[in-house]
């Protein structure tokens, strides 16, 4: 079935840790994003691309890091810059970044500090 | 600039009754509008949304909107309540001007009662 693969689905991070989420869609969608989403403010942008090798800053990108190397692929890395990481994560994707697209969503991951 | 406000965070209805939720939008050109629903821990999904034309939209699950020019609304409303619409909605907009981004609202919880 086509969709939008994360992974994992919970994660722990320590102080000082980089960690990465996996996101991997099958839709042959070219636009993709993450959001995170904590209770009561909705879904934030974090970081979009509408193609390979290219990517854009969302409203909330300091302290994140993503690459765009596939089509299908598009990890993102929390760093240590990142000072209050805990949070639900959503990766997400469309036909193009076009006004009216649909946004497809994964299952998200959850990232606790510990 | 787009916005979109979700009027109420937490919605309670009896089982059988009416689901109204409500979502006003700001846009300075014809909007593209939204819901999605998300049950717990999962990603969202989309339930309906309205791009041109007839301005009352139906979409999955027994759902509704109307698209309200001259009051800036979408509402989302169901006849019946069934105890598995608990979960929480989202409302999103997009149009040309917001760079194709979709904005989405904080969201509303609907608890549905026995």
């Known amino acids: 079935d086509g969709g939008i693969t994360q992974s994992p689905k919970y994660l722990f991070r320590k102080e000082g840790q980089n960690v990465t989420l996996s996101c991997e869609q099958n839709?042959?969608?070219?636009?993709m994003y993450w959001y995170r989403q904590d209770p009561g403010q909705g879904l934030r942008l974090i970081y979009y691309s509408q193609i390979v090798n290219d990517f854009q800053k969302g409203d909330i990108a300091e302290g994140y890091s993503v690459s765009r190397e596939k089509k299908e692929s598009f990890p993102l890395t929390v760093t240590s810059a990142q000072k209050n990481p805990t949070a639900f994560y959503l990766c997400?994707?469309?036909?193009?970044?076009?006004?009216?697209?649909?946004?497809?969503f994964g299952e998200g991951s959850w990232l606790t500090v510990v | 600039a787009q916005s979109v406000t979700q009027l109420g965070s937490h919605v309670s209805v009896s089982e059988g009754a009416l689901v109204l939720l409500r979502c006003n939008y700001s846009s300075s050109v014809p909007p593209y509008l939204f819901w999605y629903v998300q049950y717990p821990n999962q990603g969202l999904q989309l339930l309906l949304k309205y791009t041109t034309g007839a301005t009352l939209v139906k979409g999955i699950n027994g759902f509704e909107a109307e698209f309200k020019k001259s009051e800036t609304s979408f509402h989302l409303t169901k006849p019946s309540a069934h105890m598995s619409d608990a979960a929480e909605y989202f409302c999103?907009?997009?149009?040309?001007?917001?760079?194709?981004?979709?904005?989405f609202g904080a969201g509303t919880r609907l608890f549905v009662k026995a």
């Open positions: 839709l042959n969608h070219d636009a």
């Open positions: 999103a907009v997009s149009d040309y001007t917001g760079g194709f981004k979709t904005i």
């Open positions: 997400a994707s469309s036909i193009g970044q076009l006004s009216g697209n649909t946004i497809y």
